[in-house]
């Protein structure tokens, strides 16, 4: 392996051509306001340098990444370098933004000598509603994905658009990741309600709105990553105006020059710092923008503030998305309701999608084969008063919770220290007092029903979205915070992301 310092250490390269100019002439896109030109000779004649380099390569195996100053793909002789690099066996894997107005069938015909190669290649795709459809646009991107291209979709937070983007995200696989690129240039910030909307289509939004700031010591960029101009010179990154090196003419990288920038002003700059929460969400897909996708063979979801809005209805996007993933995946509840809680909470049709589960904190487990695990609990013998309402919840004869609702608060303390001295499992947020079996609990009902059903660990993922399912979520490898969860359970999960945008995140077993 070679030393930090050597050009022959870098895995991952950004280039960038000669040509700058587009064939759309979006209003918010300077490149949009050049003008096509048909002369290409000098970009055709660069980017073939580039790739006889990369042939030439005698280092880390590579991945490739192609940001033009415009659209690229248009242009035959991109295609053609795509493929013939993608062929190269030291190349793990090439990707190229654009706006996806070259015409997929051509270029899938292209690859069609070489199909195996279409698994090496990637898409960042860049919607523009100025001069596009959704149903142009999600189609060409489907074509693509059908043949075995990974790809990725993205768009500009506008706020004129918000109605079309909607559209989009409805339109495309929930497996593909939409993200949205905070607009600059706007006139006023972005409202709090603007800011929501972009959230719900791109659950990672809040990470391109703020950006983050430049820390040369936590940065791949120089080291590990490099930007290549179309002339040779190395940059850290596409944002770094500090030259570090020429790739036809040394192979050495001088690391000790910092950026020299005081933020990291869009995706590809704060992608490459090693402890920004995007390599997690994200893993070694962050170079392209498109999720590893691990895969999971089960799924555990709380439910109050997890599945369910501030007015206790399941989201319809939700709903569509337990029905998709439904079809892959077995699901399965871990809340602190009860059977009929839940039941009620979801409505029958959604909650016939889950296997079974975790129900009142663990005090009933659903197997979904039939079996079950109950741990019986009693009350104390004097709680039973006019004063209280008690609400039992039983499975085939066995109480395994109470509901206790005790408006006084002087009883309610007397109660909640009958229960203590009685060993008794509580969950308590006044008026109400929720009674289980001492040994119940999430975690320990998450871990049986997967030790019973041989669910191995590592392709669990727990949903949740409140501190109480913390300990759950730390049982296994995948733990998700919904958007909405308490601060420091989003700092402790591995991913933060909505019900719905799970599929984009996650490979489910077919």
Not at 378 to 407: F, M
Request: net charge positive.
């Amino acid at each position: 392996m070679a030393d930090e310092g050597s050009l022959l250490s870098v895995r991952r390269i950004y280039y960038r051509g000669k040509l700058n100019s587009c064939n759309y002439t979006c209003s918010y896109c300077p490149f949009g306001k050049k003008s096509h030109r048909p002369s290409t000779a000098q970009d055709r004649q660069a980017w073939n340098r580039f790739i006889t380099a990369i042939e030439q390569w005698k280092g880390e195996t590579l991945q490739l990444f192609v940001i033009p100053y415009g659209e690229a793909l248009i242009h035959r002789y991109y295609r053609e370098g795509i493929v013939r690099l993608a062929a190269l066996p030291h190349v793990a894997g090439i990707s190229c933004q654009t706006n996806l107005s070259f015409l997929a069938d051509e270029w899938l015909s292209e690859l069609r000598a070489i199909p195996a190669l279409r698994g090496k290649i990637r898409i960042w795709a860049s919607f523009h509603p100025e001069m596009t459809t959704v149903e142009r646009f999600a189609g060409q991107l489907h074509r693509l994905c059908k043949e075995g291209i990974q790809v990725c979709a993205g768009a500009v937070g506008n706020p004129s658009a918000k109605n079309v983007l909607n559209e989009l995200r409805k339109a495309l696989s929930p497996e593909i990741y939409l993200f949205i690129n905070a607009m600059q240039g706007l006139k006023s910030p972005l409202s709090d309600e603007d800011v929501r909307f972009f959230t719900r289509l791109d659950n990672l939004f809040e990470y391109d709105l703020h950006n983050a700031p430049a820390q040369w010591e936590h940065c791949a960029s120089g080291r590990t990553s490099c930007f290549i101009d179309w002339k040779g010179n190395i940059f850290a990154c596409p944002r770094s105006k500090v030259k570090i090196g020429n790739l036809y003419r040394n192979q050495t990288l001088d690391t000790s020059l910092p950026c020299r920038r005081k933020v990291c002003d869009c995706y590809i700059a704060f992608s490459n710092l090693t402890n920004h929460p995007l390599r997690r969400v994200m893993g070694e897909g962050a170079f392209w923008r498109i999720p590893d996708r691990p895969l999971i063979t089960a799924v555990f979801f709380d439910v109050d503030g997890t599945l369910t809005d501030t007015q206790g209805r399941v989201p319809e996007s939700y709903a569509d998305t337990l029905r998709y993933m439904a079809e892959s995946v077995p699901l399965y509840l871990a809340t602190s309701l009860s059977v009929e809680q839940a039941r009620r909470k979801l409505g029958k049709a959604l909650f016939g999608l889950f296997k079974g589960g975790v129900f009142a904190d663990g005090g009933l487990l659903l197997y979904g084969n039939g079996q079950h695990l109950c741990l019986p609990v009693e009350l104390p013998s004097d709680i039973n008063e006019e004063s209280v309402r008690i609400t039992a919840h039983s499975y085939q004869g066995q109480i395994y919770k109470y509901s206790i609702l005790i408006r006084d608060k002087e009883r309610r303390e007397e109660c909640l220290s009958r229960f203590e001295e009685n060993s008794c499992r509580i969950f308590y947020r006044p008026p109400l007092i929720a009674v289980t079996h001492r040994q119940a609990g999430k975690k320990r009902g998450v871990l049986q029903i997967c030790e019973k059903l041989s669910l191995p660990l590592g392709q669990v993922l727990v949903v949740g979205n409140s501190l109480h399912d913390c300990e759950m979520m730390a049982a296994v490898h995948h733990s998700c915070a919904v958007v909405n969860s308490e601060p420091l359970l989003k700092e402790r999960a591995r991913y933060t992301l909505n019900p719905d945008r799970l599929p984009a995140f996650f490979r489910f077993r077919k």
